[in-house]
């Protein structure tokens, strides 16, 4: 009989490389809230929107506590300046400053700690950079290694057309800068956490989406976040099979027109 962590160490492998169970529900979920191109668009009437826009919740009878005035320091100042940019003038981005996203991003600070939080430590998400006009980068698709903070070339072609084909705002890509692509190996955390690391990695790339936001907002660069797009567009650029790792979450940047 072999020992018992040999066959802690063959399930723990075997869950990471992939014997995956493709009825879990949360690859049934993942499956059915992918959108394809043929799939109808989300609309909504302009009064609906207002309507739904207006939605919050208020205790009408409940006691109020008055709350002092928010201070302002800056990163308030940041967090308050940042809006959605969906026009850009065109104009190349600093390497500079594509490095600093990237690092404020996921970066890794050594000692095992990361500019994101992560559910035990696992770090499901990974860092795509499509690369349209970055001054001494050539375009191109590349993907962030964040333990040694550099970028590792996967093509030489304009990865933002194929972007282009794959949101439901193309005239955003036309001036953009780059695109950072944030995808999940789901694997690397559903070893520990089963069905709750789907979950996991949904809250992760948030996170990673706000320092992308936040670090963009303050280097004056413009940001939109899209969780709207074709996935298997995105999938098949970046050359994932969208079970295994799959994209959750694109942030185009660049100079705001
Ligand atoms: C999860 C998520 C997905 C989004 N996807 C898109 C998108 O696909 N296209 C787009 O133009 N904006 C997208 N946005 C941006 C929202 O439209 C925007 O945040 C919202 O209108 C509020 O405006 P603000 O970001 O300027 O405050 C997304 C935002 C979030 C949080």
Same mark, same amino acid.
């Given at each position: 009989?072999?020992?018992?962590?040999?066959?802690?160490?063959?399930?723990?492998?075997?869950?990471?490389?992939?014997?995956?169970?493709?009825?879990?529900?949360?690859?049934?979920?993942?499956?059915?809230?992918?959108?394809?191109?043929?799939?109808?668009?989300?609309?909504?009437?302009?009064?609906?929107?207002?309507?739904?826009?207006?939605?919050?919740?208020?205790?009408?009878?409940?006691?109020?506590?008055?709350?002092?005035?928010?201070?302002?320091?800056?990163?308030?100042?940041?967090?308050?300046?940042?809006?959605?940019?969906?026009?850009?003038?065109?104009?190349?981005?600093?390497?500079?400053?594509?490095?600093?996203?990237?690092?404020?991003?996921?970066?890794?600070?050594?000692?095992? +700690?990361?500019? /994101?939080?992560? *559910? =035990?430590?696992?770090?499901?998400?990974? $860092?795509?950079? @499509?690369?349209?006009?970055?001054? &001494?980068?050539?375009?191109?698709?590349?993907?962030?290694?964040?333990?040694?903070?550099?970028?590792?070339?996967?093509?030489?072609?304009?990865?933002?057309?194929?972007?282009?084909?794959?949101?439901?705002?193309?005239?955003?890509?036309?001036?953009?800068?780059?695109?950072?692509?944030?995808?999940?190996?789901?694997?690397?955390?559903?070893?520990?956490?089963?069905?709750?690391?789907? +979950?996991?990695? /949904?809250?992760? *790339? =948030?996170?990673?989406?706000?320092?992308? $936001?936040?670090? @963009?907002?303050?280097?004056?660069? &413009?940001?939109?976040?899209?969780?709207?797009?074709?996935?298997?567009?995105?999938?098949?650029?970046?050359?994932?099979?969208?079970?295994?790792?799959?994209?959750?979450?694109?942030?185009?940047?660049?100079?705001?027109?």
């Amino acid at each position: 009989m072999g020992h018992p962590l040999d066959t802690d160490l063959t399930d723990a492998r075997r869950q990471l490389l992939g014997a995956r169970d493709l009825f879990a529900p949360s690859e049934l979920f993942h499956e059915n809230s992918k959108i394809t191109a043929s799939a109808a668009h989300f609309t909504m009437s302009a009064g609906a929107l207002t309507v739904a826009a207006r939605g919050f919740k208020r205790f009408q009878h409940a006691l109020r506590e008055p709350l002092p005035r928010a201070d302002h320091d800056q990163l308030a100042d940041i967090i308050t300046a940042r809006r959605s940019c969906r026009t850009f003038n065109g104009a190349p981005i600093a390497l500079s400053d594509l490095s600093s996203l990237a690092y404020l991003a996921m970066g890794a600070q050594g000692e095992g +700690r990361r500019c /994101l939080p992560s *559910a =035990g430590g696992l770090y499901p998400l990974d $860092l795509y950079v @499509a690369v349209g006009a970055v001054d &001494g980068l050539a375009p191109g698709l590349l993907h962030y290694d964040p333990l040694e903070h550099t970028l590792s070339r996967l093509t030489e072609t304009d990865p933002l057309r194929a972007i282009r084909d794959a949101v439901f705002i193309p005239e955003a890509l036309d001036g953009a800068a780059a695109v950072f692509l944030i995808t999940a190996v789901f694997g690397r955390s559903k070893i520990k956490y089963g069905e709750r690391a789907y +979950r996991f990695a /949904l809250m992760e *790339a =948030g996170h990673a989406m706000q320092n992308l $936001l936040l670090a @963009a907002t303050d280097r004056g660069m &413009g940001s939109c976040p899209v969780g709207g797009f074709i996935d298997d567009r995105l999938h098949d650029l970046i050359g994932i099979d969208g079970v295994e790792e799959a994209a959750l979450y694109a942030c185009i940047v660049g100079h705001p027109a």
